[in-house]
Structure formats: structure tokens, C-alpha cells
């Protein structure tokens, strides 16, 4: 190694170095069943060489689509050990959203849990990149002990592809955003840089998805030695005696703090729960002093887009407290010191402090591409900086906040709903006009879709046709929360297009106190 060359692991390797110092101690815990660092670790390697059997080749694309899981954490780490790219797909989507996932990603195998495996069954003969159909039956376990423990060697670059994730599009079709191994490894090191140092021995409690928001916090608890504890759905009660008894870290979308502290779950000892990440959603002052209530001094926000995150992030120090010049409890977080955000004005020059504009991002585990969109990138990776299309400003003592969004995304329980989505499958319907989808505040959900449907005289769907075909077509959690059906036109612009802002403003008054966060 070269005089001031830096030092900096492939996921593979940093995942290894840690089970080498923690072999013995609990890594895994999924149902009742316990796995050492160790035993974790053969379980992967066993999948990466069943995966290679298979005549799959290192950098290939795996698509996965499963709840938390053993057999999540097994997928997790053959893709690292086998140098494979991990593509996790969202099990609330559609099977259609599944299809374009795998197949603008040219994806080579879908590792499957049997309960969906309906819903991708028949790719195989749909995608021409898709080879294999991997269905984890209930023999997987047999399967897999078939397969060698030996770890394959791997020649692996760090500036190669180890991760895609997808994030919406404003045509409403998934962008998929390809993450390196240098990438990924800045990602995790800044998702945990403002929580209590983890430490050997710590739990992380997974009751989201890792395929989602809750996969941040998976690999820094692995690197410290902690244990991750996966959890298939999130429930009030069984979380709350898991935070109790376990305590350590977890990731929570507003949704959860706030269905924690509505439902009838009873406040418990949490004085082992060392940080809850908040993020990916919406969330209202009154939200966050209800769980601050609930939990105690524990909550930490992170802020960022899935192409540069996190870029901002703050404590409960720093949350909750007065400031003169600022207001923290409205702030999304203050800049974090390896990440850079610039308030832009129309033509992309940066604004002073106060200034309302688009917000720009930069980190050091930002994409450099956004897969297969060679224009998109031109448009939304400038000069080294991501352009986000939140509108928000930044004050004098550096705390971030988001006043709009410069695109009409919804974001639902921490998931991204893109407006046209929804219009297309709407404007299909017979008696259907014209339709504008919005985002509505939510209590719970911090935003729900909306869709005022301008109808034909005696020919208008009912309201139930419209959620249902929602529902049918794009995935339960992308259907209407409410349906407006109007004969009066929609208000337009002078050039004739439906001004949807118009629309928004009848849902989000100047009194609302939903405020605009999350990654």
C-alpha cells in the first residue's frame, strides 16, 4: 500500500472481518431460531456457491422478494460473499412493478418466498434476462445444507456494483439506483454517524422491511458485532416488548411512532433502546412529541433522497430543543459534516441562508448514475450534485427544512406514490374525464393519495371502482385514501394543462401542521 493511500474495505470483506472478531456471539435472531456470526456466515457462503452451481456469475443481478426473514439475512450476505448485485424488490408493489424492477435491472435469477411466488411465477417466460425462479419451499433448509460452506475467492473492486435500489420516477415508473461497494459502505458508516456508537453485543430491531428503510441500520449493527433481530411484520405490542426487552437500535417510519402511541400498547421500560432512526415519511411536530413521550430521549432524524443519503440528520438534543434563529422540531435535521446540501434558485445558482429553493445534495456515498436513464442523470446529477426537488431553505445555524416538493410525489407510510401511477389506471376507467391525484395530510400516514375525478354525465364509476382498480393494477398501499368525483372541470393553466397545485392547495391549508421530512 502506497503512502497516503486510503484504506477502505469491499462489503464482502468488512462483513467477514466482523464475523472473524464475533464468531461466537448472536448475529441473527428470526422467530426462535438463533444464529451465531459463524453459523450466519456459512449459510451465506452456502448460498453464493449454490447461486454460482447454478452457472450465476459474480456482478450478475439477483432480484429478492420477501418479508424479514432467516432466509433474508442468508440472501443478504451470499450477494456480498458471492459478489452478486442485490436488487431487493418491495412486497407491497404490484406484479407489474416486480417485472420492471427485475427487467430494466437485467436481473439473471428472483429469489422468492413461497407466499409470493405467484406473483412472480411467470417472468421467467415474460423477461428474456431472467434465467432462474428461485421459490424457497419447504425444503429450503434441507437444500441449502446440501450446498458447500466453502467461502468462494473473489477478486472484488470496491468502485464495483453491489446494491440497486428503486426509487420513483415522475412518469411513475421505478428508477432503479445503483450503489458500488464504495458506495454502500459511505452510506452505512453516515446512516449511523449521529447514534450512540454501536457496540459489540447491541441489537438492531428490524420491524420493517430490510429491503427498505430498515436495511440502513442492518450492516452497521453487523460491523459492530450486535445482533439484528428480524421481525416479518411490525406490530404495536410485539415491538414494544422487543424495544423492552432488547433495547439497542431500530429504524421507524412516522407511522409506526404514531401508531405506537395511538393503539392501545402500553408504555414499557425503554431504558435499553439506545436510538430510533426516523425516517422515510412525513412527519408532524405533534408525531414526534407524542413519541419523544413515549420513548424518551432516543429519537435521531436523518434526511436524504435514495440517490445521496442521508445528508442531514439531528438527535433528540438537537430535535427537541430552542435555538435562537431556528426552529428544530420543524427542521428535517442540520447538515452532516461528511455531506454538503445548497439551496438553488431557477437557474441552479446557490442562494444565501433564509432563501427559499430547490434543495441540492451531495455525499460521499451518493449514485453516479441513475440505471439505464441517461437523461434522467443529466437532469438530476449536475456537476457532482444531486438536485432533489424538494424546495425548502436552510438557516443561519445550519438546520434544514422542506417547505414543498418541486414534483407532486406522495409519500405514504414511507413508501413513494407517484401521482401519474394512479391517473392512468383511473383515466382507463369508462365514465372518467379527467383526473388529478394529490397528496392529502394524514395522521397516521402523513400523506395519503387523493383523487378528485371529474366524470361524464351518467356514466361515473363509483368510488369503490376506482379503489378497487387501484388496488388491482399498482398494490394495495398505492390505492386512493379518498375519491372527489365532480362534474366541474379541473382548474388549468393558461396553456391548458390541469394545474395540480391548484388542486393540492383545498388539502394542505396554511394551518395544517404536517411539515414535510424523512429520506
Given at each position: 500500500?502506497?503512502?497516503?493511500?486510503?484504506?477502505?474495505?469491499?462489503?464482502?470483506?468488512?462483513?467477514?472481518?466482523?464475523?472473524?472478531?464475533?464468531?461466537?456471539?448472536?448475529?441473527?435472531?428470526?422467530?426462535?431460531?438463533?444464529?451465531?456470526?459463524?453459523?450466519?456466515?456459512?449459510?451465506?457462503?452456502?448460498?453464493?456457491?449454490?447461486?454460482?452451481?447454478?452457472?450465476?456469475?459474480p456482478g450478475?443481478?439477483?432480484?429478492?422478494?420477501?418479508?424479514?426473514?432467516?432466509?433474508?439475512?442468508?440472501?443478504?450476505?451470499?450477494?456480498?460473499?458471492?459478489?452478486f448485485?442485490?436488487?431487493?424488490?418491495?412486497?407491497?408493489?404490484?406484479?407489474?412493478?416486480?417485472?420492471?424492477?427485475?427487467?430494466?435491472?437485467?436481473?439473471?435469477a428472483?429469489?422468492v418466498?413461497?407466499e409470493?411466488?405467484?406473483?412472480?411465477?411467470?417472468?421467467?417466460?415474460?423477461?428474456?434476462c431472467?434465467?432462474?425462479?428461485?421459490?424457497?419451499?419447504?425444503?429450503?433448509?434441507?437444500?441449502?445444507a446440501?450446498?458447500?460452506?466453502?467461502?468462494?475467492?473473489?477478486?472484488?473492486?470496491?468502485?464495483?456494483?453491489h446494491?440497486?435500489?428503486?426509487?420513483?420516477?415522475?412518469?411513475?415508473?421505478?428508477k432503479?439506483?445503483?450503489?458500488?461497494?464504495?458506495?454502500?459502505?459511505?452510506?452505512?458508516?453516515?446512516?449511523s454517524?449521529?447514534l450512540?456508537r454501536?457496540?459489540?453485543?447491541?441489537?438492531?430491531?428490524?420491524?420493517?422491511?430490510i429491503?427498505?428503510?430498515?436495511?440502513?441500520?442492518?450492516?452497521?449493527?453487523?460491523?459492530?458485532?450486535?445482533c439484528?433481530?428480524?421481525?416479518?411484520?411490525?406490530?404495536?405490542e410485539?415491538?414494544?416488548n422487543?424495544?423492552?426487552?432488547?433495547?439497542?437500535?431500530?429504524?421507524?417510519?412516522?407511522?409506526?411512532?404514531?401508531?405506537?402511541?395511538?393503539?392501545?400498547?402500553?408504555?414499557?421500560?425503554?431504558?435499553?433502546?439506545r436510538?430510533i432512526?426516523?425516517?422515510?415519511a412525513?412527519?408532524?411536530p405533534?408525531?414526534?412529541?407524542?413519541?419523544?413521550?413515549?420513548?424518551?430521549?432516543?429519537?435521531?432524524?436523518?434526511?436524504?433522497?435514495?440517490?445521496?443519503?442521508p445528508?442531514?440528520?439531528?438527535g433528540?438534543k438537537?430535535?427537541?430543543?430552542?435555538?435562537?434563529?431556528?426552529?428544530?422540531?420543524?427542521?428535517?435535521?442540520?447538515?452532516?459534516?461528511?455531506?454538503?446540501?445548497?439551496?438553488?434558485?431557477?437557474?441552479?445558482?446557490?442562494?444565501?441562508?433564509?432563501?427559499i429553493?430547490?434543495?441540492?445534495?451531495?455525499?460521499?456515498?451518493?449514485?453516479?448514475?441513475?440505471?439505464n436513464?441517461?437523461?434522467?442523470?443529466?437532469?438530476?446529477?449536475?456537476?457532482?450534485?444531486?438536485?432533489?426537488?424538494?424546495?425548502?431553505?436552510?438557516?443561519?445555524?445550519?438546520?434544514?427544512?422542506?417547505?414543498?416538493?418541486?414534483?407532486?410525489?406522495?409519500?405514504?407510510?414511507?413508501?413513494?406514490?407517484?401521482?401519474?401511477?394512479?391517473?392512468?389506471?383511473?383515466?382507463?376507467?369508462?365514465?372518467?374525464?379527467?383526473?388529478?391525484?394529490?397528496?392529502?395530510?394524514h395522521?397516521?400516514?402523513?400523506?395519503?393519495?387523493?383523487?378528485?375525478?371529474?366524470?361524464?354525465?351518467?356514466?361515473?364509476?363509483?368510488?369503490?371502482?376506482?379503489?378497487?382498480?387501484?388496488?388491482?393494477?399498482?398494490?394495495s398501499?398505492?390505492?386512493?385514501g379518498?375519491?372527489?368525483?365532480?362534474?366541474?372541470?379541473?382548474?388549468?393553466?393558461?396553456?391548458?394543462?390541469?394545474?395540480?397545485?391548484?388542486?393540492?392547495?383545498?388539502?394542505w391549508?396554511?394551518?395544517?401542521?404536517?411539515?414535510?421530512?424523512?429520506?
Amino acid at each position: 500500500m502506497g503512502k497516503g493511500e486510503k484504506v477502505m474495505l469491499n462489503v464482502s470483506a468488512a462483513l467477514k472481518r466482523a464475523m472473524e472478531c464475533n464468531q461466537n456471539r448472536i448475529a441473527i435472531v428470526a422467530g426462535d431460531v438463533e444464529l451465531t456470526f459463524e453459523e450466519a456466515w456459512k449459510r451465506g457462503c452456502q448460498l453464493a456457491n449454490a447461486f454460482l452451481d447454478m452457472g450465476l456469475q459474480p456482478g450478475e443481478k439477483i432480484a429478492v422478494l420477501e418479508d424479514n426473514c432467516l432466509e433474508a439475512s442468508d440472501f443478504f450476505l451470499a450477494t456480498a460473499i458471492g459478489n452478486f448485485v442485490r436488487v431487493p424488490l418491495y412486497r407491497r408493489n404490484s406484479a407489474l412493478a416486480h417485472s420492471h424492477m427485475i427487467g430494466h435491472t437485467d436481473c439473471r435469477a428472483v429469489v422468492v418466498s413461497e407466499e409470493y411466488a405467484h406473483e412472480v411465477s411467470a417472468f421467467k417466460d415474460e423477461l428474456e434476462c431472467l434465467k432462474h425462479v428461485i421459490v424457497r419451499t419447504g425444503n429450503y433448509e434441507e437444500w441449502l445444507a446440501k450446498q458447500s460452506d466453502i467461502e468462494p475467492i473473489l477478486e472484488i473492486d470496491i468502485n464495483q456494483p453491489h446494491l440497486i435500489r428503486h426509487s420513483g420516477g415522475t412518469t411513475g415508473r421505478s428508477k432503479g439506483m445503483q450503489f458500488s461497494h464504495k458506495q454502500w459502505m459511505r452510506t452505512c458508516r453516515d446512516w449511523s454517524f449521529f447514534l450512540p456508537r454501536m457496540e459489540a453485543g447491541d441489537y438492531g430491531i428490524h420491524v420493517g422491511p430490510i429491503s427498505h428503510g430498515s436495511g440502513y441500520l442492518f450492516m452497521p449493527i453487523w460491523l459492530a458485532g450486535g445482533c439484528n433481530i428480524l421481525v416479518k411484520k411490525f406490530d404495536p405490542e410485539i415491538f414494544a416488548n422487543l424495544l423492552e426487552t432488547h433495547g439497542g437500535f431500530t429504524f421507524a417510519v412516522p407511522t409506526m411512532l404514531s401508531d405506537m402511541v395511538a393503539s392501545s400498547t402500553k408504555k414499557k421500560d425503554f431504558s435499553k433502546l439506545r436510538g430510533i432512526m426516523v425516517s422515510g415519511a412525513p412527519i408532524s411536530p405533534a408525531t414526534a412529541l407524542q413519541a419523544r413521550d413515549f420513548f424518551g430521549e432516543v429519537l435521531y432524524q436523518l434526511y436524504g433522497q435514495t440517490e445521496s443519503v442521508p445528508v442531514a440528520g439531528m438527535g433528540p438534543k438537537e430535535w427537541f430543543s430552542d435555538v435562537p434563529g431556528s426552529e428544530p422540531l420543524l427542521a428535517v435535521g442540520k447538515i452532516m459534516p461528511y455531506s454538503a446540501i445548497e439551496i438553488r434558485d431557477d437557474n441552479n445558482n446557490p442562494l444565501p441562508a433564509g432563501e427559499i429553493g430547490e434543495i441540492a445534495l451531495k455525499c460521499e456515498g451518493q449514485i453516479t448514475e441513475i440505471l439505464n436513464e441517461p437523461e434522467l442523470t443529466k437532469e438530476r446529477l449536475v456537476n457532482g450534485w444531486v438536485l432533489s426537488g424538494d424546495v425548502g431553505k436552510i438557516d443561519k445555524n445550519g438546520y434544514v427544512y422542506l417547505t414543498d416538493r418541486k414534483d407532486d410525489m406522495i409519500i405514504s407510510g414511507g413508501f413513494n406514490i407517484w401521482p401519474a401511477e394512479l391517473e392512468n389506471v383511473i383515466s382507463s376507467l369508462e365514465g372518467v374525464r379527467e383526473v388529478a391525484v394529490i397528496a392529502e395530510p394524514h395522521s397516521r400516514w402523513g400523506e395519503v393519495p387523493v383523487a378528485v375525478v371529474v366524470t361524464l354525465p351518467g356514466k361515473s364509476p363509483s368510488e369503490e371502482d376506482i379503489i378497487s382498480a387501484c388496488k388491482v393494477q399498482l398494490g394495495s398501499y398505492k390505492r386512493p385514501g379518498r375519491v372527489i368525483l365532480q362534474e366541474d372541470p379541473l382548474p388549468r393553466t393558461p396553456v391548458g394543462k390541469i394545474q395540480r397545485k391548484a388542486v393540492r392547495e383545498l388539502f394542505w391549508d396554511q394551518d395544517t401542521d404536517i411539515h414535510i421530512s424523512g429520506a
